[in-house]
């Protein structure tokens, strides 16, 4: 069974300029979170979608952020205009249903995204 | 709001030496716990977790932490470690009956020497 998946591994841009990443979780998985590690800091919560509603977006750090998932399948968090400070690893994780019991949460590889 | 605190960022160690990395959470309700580890160049990997019950939780390779509800920790241990420890870890926590997003702390690198 494949894990989850992100894309790119790597991107660079230059301020001002937008950034999609995509996560593709583990099918069949409902739940799909977003989380990122600024440089030197812990991970943070950015979001989380139970299928492809937006359950929680507290975490999501202003307007310039966008997510979307369609279908309930994969999601896409697009970045508009980037700023130097968005410079990070934006982690997916995926889960199973958990509305009776906590499911663990499967993280992808990453995408590192530098702002120049 | 809850918080995660590890006061390492770094634990450098020799091969066969016992290592614990702590933990400690803030959190005025229960909470899930976890260890997840970071090994270079892949994604997050779920060490271990405690739910509830034994206090006590055990991985498959080697390491354990412990629930300490009186001083809210949940350090990690290992009483040997070998040079395939070498990665970044990361203690979490998540609200019970919550949508089970987690709340990190900074992370420590263990770094295996032989």
């Known amino acids: 069974e494949a894990g989850v998946t992100q894309f790119p591994s790597h991107s660079v841009i230059e301020k001002g300029q937008t950034v999609t990443l995509r996560c593709d979780p583990i099918s069949g998985h409902d739940n799909l979170y977003w989380y990122r590690r600024v440089m030197g800091k812990e991970i943070k919560f950015l979001l989380h979608f139970v299928k492809e509603s937006k359950q929680d977006e507290s975490g999501m750090p202003n307007n310039r952020f966008l997510a979307e998932r369609t279908g309930g399948t994969y999601s896409t968090l697009k970045v508009q205009p980037a700023e130097l400070e968005d410079s990070g690893v934006y982690f997916c994780a995926s889960s199973q249903d958990d509305r009776i019991s906590y499911n663990e949460q499967f993280f992808g590889p990453g995408t590192r995204l530098t702002v120049l | 709001a809850q918080s995660v605190t590890q006061l390492d960022s770094q634990v450098p160690v020799f091969e066969e030496a016992p290592v614990e990395l702590r933990c400690n959470y803030s959190?005025?309700?229960?909470?899930?716990l976890f260890w997840y580890v970071q090994y270079p160049n892949q994604g997050l990997q779920l060490l271990l977790k405690?739910?509830?019950?034994?206090?006590l939780v055990e991985s498959i390779n080697g390491f354990e932490a412990e629930f300490n509800k009186s001083q809210t920790s949940f350090h990690l241990r290992k009483p040997s470690v070998h040079i395939s420890d070498t990665a970044e870890y990361f203690c979490?926590?998540?609200?019970?009956?919550?949508?089970?997003?987690?709340?990190f702390g900074k992370g420590t690198l263990l770094t295996v020497n032989p």
């Open positions: 979490a926590v998540s609200l019970r009956g919550s949508n089970y997003k987690l709340t």
């Open positions: 405690y739910l509830s019950g034994s206090t």
């Open positions: 959190s005025s309700v229960s909470v899930y």
